[in-house]
């Protein structure tokens, strides 16, 4: 069955046998190859060639969660500083490269990691290759630059925080309010006196300890043979020194035992809002994949138990916001976690009479099993949310979780096994994931209040 | 670990030292050999009720995107019916008369997806992306709701009081108030001037002017179906002929093309305390059908529509005033604008017009190199390609062509009439096109730090 199935994707032009396999129920699997350099850098392979276009992404295992405790939003303004020159590549001149070769770029700070990708057409490996190299092995950059990009990262944080109603909430709010550990609960975009107070001595420092061969990994996805880009791959990268590993932090969360309430004043809105989150189950364990589905039953979709119960027959918001790791999704972490719902609503409702809402339907999956189509409906979107993962975005999707899992778990080849991992899950086992996980002791409620 | 150390000093000191050692670097290497793009091919066909559809087989996910585009919009709506239109798409969401709104929900979401209705300028779209085995059930599905919505008026109410606290909401957002105000500066009384409705005006709609508007505007005559993915096309095909093929022809399409103005003055919107001004800076320009338009994209790409653009090199890279600054030409139908916006931090909101005005006058001075512009020519190409290696990004390119009446030879000669545009030609795109004396600037922010920092720049009105 697997190996028709397997045929039929990759073998064979899709569209000429749809026909034949389009009754079956869809499966979906990438070809992984993985390998480590001895400088410790890990690199993970994965051809795909419905377009002449190459994804390469270089993912670094340093987030914000254990940036310096006197330098909150440290790892993301180093994150600016990866773009303002290396070697033989000076200021803009990296972002000037990608695009003269018809790409584009980015980069970005999250709990685990710090990546930085490039989507080039395929021909173009090697040069950016090349240029991710050049800045693994150094950067070259001046005060001047420092200032600038804390220039720029202050109005970033303005922009999406300081001048923007509910800018923050609840995804910068709410892990500090749920959280005990620093390394867990502090700002990530970072107060400004602490972007203001970072020096060029910070900035060497960081990239000493954690921009190193050993503490990243390199995914490449798209139209390219694996032979090839692996030997490109040792011809840039595998003479950069490795670093001395770092003792990993302890980043624990404690088991919440009581319900904590929280609100703030957000003096730019003018309708209140409120967030609920619980902490998630250990990553990888069976009640996480669980969670992951009983996230798909009470919020994922105009379907989902919270949006029936808030908007259609309650009528006290026009929608809920929510998920696993607000900024990015269930796989790309390494950590504790929270699952988080949001929902704006009118000065006239109270936050306590939308719990009450919300407890219900809490309170109907921690009794009742799932029933099996609800159950088989979580599955589904599941398998067709992870299949986008999987080839969306040009393959940055299927980049993202080939290096995240490469860093966390040693083993990209991970991306083929969720799906099983999902269709494992049991009624019985949500309903044990929710007894324990949706329990009220396990949650923390924000409330924002509009105006001053 | 002290190779390293060794290594970033090192580093550092060759960019202090100077153009010597400049001299020294490494040459990014070219790469291999360009591979082939071609667009991927499509398949359209003509219901006698004159229905289109095209179906693009695209990729290798098992997953199927439908988006069917019906042409009403808020181009629809008369001067007290701004959001009727989006109504209109909620009420539809809310039942079939044959399928309650729960069951809608959930039949979508057993194949993976979700029903969206969303409303713009122009179009309507409804849309879904699920699992390829569930294509034909999508598009019955988005057939049923699209013909029969039950339009329940036990929905009204609640549905008005989400609009009314979005409204709300909306206008607290300094971005959603200065474009507001920018778009009833160009369009005066043209719908396309009126982004909010008041919240009086929300709450006269009825049920019955819902239904009429969707009597008014909807029919298989002004509808097109795309369709893009992993899917068998004969079953597509066949999906979508038995779901449509009853169905009226309906109203023909109405079109009412704007004639936006724009004059050099500055609409100041005080928001006290802001810790940024948000800036709207722009004025009407050649729409898609236009043979100025790909030179008015390259221009665009060069002056401020990429990270390596001048606006952002300037105030971004060099300067620090911003972080997302961006240009932009924003299309309706037989219309469009050129637009610069950026918040900038309030204490520099002065130097931040300075510098963005010195930069279109610079492109209009004199023409930039042939390498600059090769370089933006490269992104547009390389973009292109991107923005045709997805099966929704397919839709929304053939959509264009279809919203525009442009046939494929837009796509077929994009890269070619990017690669032909001269520097002689960016510069006279520039003077024609992006003319600094007539751009409408609106700000938001703090009018007490600011008024004097902009009043240079123009006669400020509040």
Redesign the interface.
């Known amino acids: 069955m697997r190996l028709t199935k397997l045929i039929c994707?990759?073998a064979v032009p899709?569209?000429l046998l749809?026909?034949s396999c389009?009754?079956?129920?869809?499966?979906?699997s990438v070809p992984v190859a993985y390998h480590k350099l001895d400088n410790g850098l890990k690199v993970a392979l994965s051809q795909?060639k419905?377009?002449?276009?190459v994804v390469v992404a270089v993912y670094y295992n340093i987030g914000f969660r254990i940036e310096p405790k006197d330098r909150t939003g440290f790892a993301h303004l180093f994150e600016h500083m990866m773009f303002q020159?290396?070697?033989?590549?000076?200021?803009?001149e990296f972002?000037?490269?990608v695009?003269?070769?018809?790409?584009?770029?980015n980069g970005s700070t999250r709990f685990d990691f710090t990546n930085y990708f490039e989507?080039?057409?395929?021909?173009?490996?090697?040069?950016a290759l090349?240029?991710e190299a050049?800045r693994m092995?150094?950067?070259?950059?001046?005060q001047d630059n420092l200032?600038?990009?804390?220039?720029?990262?202050?109005?970033?944080v303005?922009?999406n925080v300081?001048?923007?109603?509910?800018g923050g909430f609840p995804w910068l709010d709410m892990p500090q309010y749920a959280n005990e550990n620093w390394f867990n609960s502090h700002n990530f975009y970072g107060d400004l006196n602490d972007l203001d107070a970072a020096t060029l001595e910070d900035v060497?420092s960081f990239?000493?300890t954690y921009y190193?061969p050993n503490n990243a990994a390199v995914a490449i996805v798209g139209?390219f043979e694996p032979v090839e880009a692996l030997a490109l791959v040792k011809k840039y990268f595998g003479d950069l020194?490795s670093?001395?590993r770092q003792e990993p932090a302890d980043i624990s969360e404690p088991r919440q035992e009581n319900e904590k309430k929280f609100n703030k004043t957000d003096k730019?809105?003018?309708?209140p809002a409120l967030a609920f989150a619980y902490h998630m189950p250990e990553r990888n364990s069976p009640e996480y994949y669980a969670m992951g589905l009983l996230d798909q039953i009470l919020v994922q979709?105009?379907?989902s138990k919270l949006?029936?119960a808030l908007v259609?027959k309650a009528?006290l918001?026009?929608g809920v916001n929510g998920g696993i790791n607000l900024l990015g999704n269930m796989f790309n972490y390494n950590g504790p976690m929270l699952w988080t719902a949001s929902l704006?609503?009118?000065s006239n409702v109270t936050a306590d009479s939308i719990m009450a809402v919300v407890d219900e339907v809490i309170e109907e999956v921690r009794t009742n099993q799932v029933d099996q189509k609800t159950l088989?409906?979580a599955l589904?979107?599941m398998?067709?949310?992870l299949?986008?993962d999987?080839?969306?975005?040009?393959g940055a999707g299927r980049a993202d979780l080939l290096a995240s899992f490469a860093l966390f778990d040693d083993n990209p080849a991970r991306i083929n096994s969720l799906e099983d991992e999902f269709r494992k899950v049991t009624a019985e086992l949500i309903l044990q994931t929710a007894q324990e996980h949706l329990r009220p002791g396990n949650r923390t409620v924000l409330e924002l209040k509009a105006g001053s | 670990m002290q190779n390293r150390v060794i290594l970033v000093f090192f580093c550092l000191s060759l960019v202090l030292s100077g153009t010597s050692a400049l001299a020294q670097k490494e040459t990014p290497p070219e790469g291999g050999e360009p591979k082939d793009f071609t667009l991927p091919q499509k398949q359209s066909f003509v219901l006698n009720n004159g229905l289109k559809a095209t179906l693009v087989p695209y990729g290798v996910l098992p997953k199927v995107y439908v988006r069917i585009i019906v042409r009403v919009g808020n181009v629809n709506e008369a001067a007290d019916e701004v959001w009727l239109a989006d109504l209109t798409g909620d009420l539809m969401k809310e039942g079939t008369q044959s399928l309650g709104a729960e069951e809608v929900a959930q039949q979508a979401a057993a194949m993976g997806g979700e029903v969206n209705i969303s409303v713009g300028q122009d179009r309507t779209n409804i849309s879904g992306d699920v699992l390829s085995e569930s294509g034909p059930d999508l598009v019955k599905l988005l057939g049923n709701i699209i013909q029969n919505p039950l339009l329940p008026e036990s929905e009204v109410e609640r549905l008005k009081t989400d609009m009314v606290r979005q409204l709300s909401i909306e206008k607290t957002q300094p971005q959603s108030i200065a474009l507001e105000k920018f778009r009833k500066v160009l369009y005066a009384d043209h719908p396309y001037g009126r982004v909010f409705p008041t919240e009086e005006m929300l709450k006269k709609y009825t049920h019955d002017r819902v239904a009429a508007f969707y009597k008014a505007n909807f029919g298989a005559a002004r509808t097109q179906v795309f369709i893009s993915g992993r899917f068998d096309a004969r079953k597509m095909e066949s999906a979508v002929r038995q779901t449509f093929r009853d169905w009226d022809a309906g109203p023909e399409a109405i079109t009412k093309t704007p004639s936006p103005k724009s004059e050099r003055v500055i609409y100041l919107i005080d928001r006290p305390g802001a810790a940024q001004s948000t800036l709207y800076i722009g004025l009407p320009v050649i729409d898609p059908s236009h043979e100025d338009y790909v030179s008015l994209q390259v221009t665009n790409s060069l002056l401020g529509g990429s990270f390596t653009s001048r606006i952002t090199s300037n105030i971004r890279e060099d300067k620090g005033y911003t972080y997302s600054p961006y240009s932009q030409v924003s299309s309706r139908y037989r219309d469009a604008y050129w637009l610069q916006v950026a918040d900038v931090t309030t204490g520099v909101t002065g130097p931040s017009l300075r510098e963005i005005f010195y930069e279109i006058d610079r492109l209009q001075d004199e023409p930039p190199s042939a390498a600059e512009l090769n370089g933006i020519q490269n992104y547009l190409a390389g973009t292109f390609v991107l923005r045709n290696s997805s099966r929704t990004g397919i839709v929304g390119q053939l959509a264009f062509l279809d919203l525009h009446g442009l046939d494929d030879s837009y796509l077929t000669e994009y890269v070619k009439n990017v690669h032909a545009v001269t520097p002689a030609e960016v510069r006279e795109t520039g003077r024609k096109y992006i003319r600094d004396d007539e751009m409408t600037i609106v700000i938001a922010g703090d009018k007490e730090k600011i008024y004097r920092q902009i009043s240079n720049y123009g006669r400020v009105v509040e």
């Open positions: 994707l990759f899709a569209f749809v026909s389009a009754r079956q129920e869809s499966k979906f795909d419905t377009a002449p276009t020159g290396s070697a033989n590549l000076g200021k803009m972002i000037r490269l695009q003269e070769n018809g790409g584009v770029l989507i080039l057409p395929a021909h173009k490996l090697e040069t090349w240029a050049d092995r150094g950067l070259a950059i001046t200032t600038n990009q804390q220039g720029v990262v202050k109005n970033e303005k922009v300081i001048n923007q109603p509910y060497q990239f000493l190193a139209d020194p670093a001395e730019l809105a003018n309708r979709g105009e379907d949006h029936q259609k009528g918001t026009g704006f609503h009118d088989k409906r589904v979107k398998r067709s949310g299949y986008d999987l080839g969306g975005f040009f």
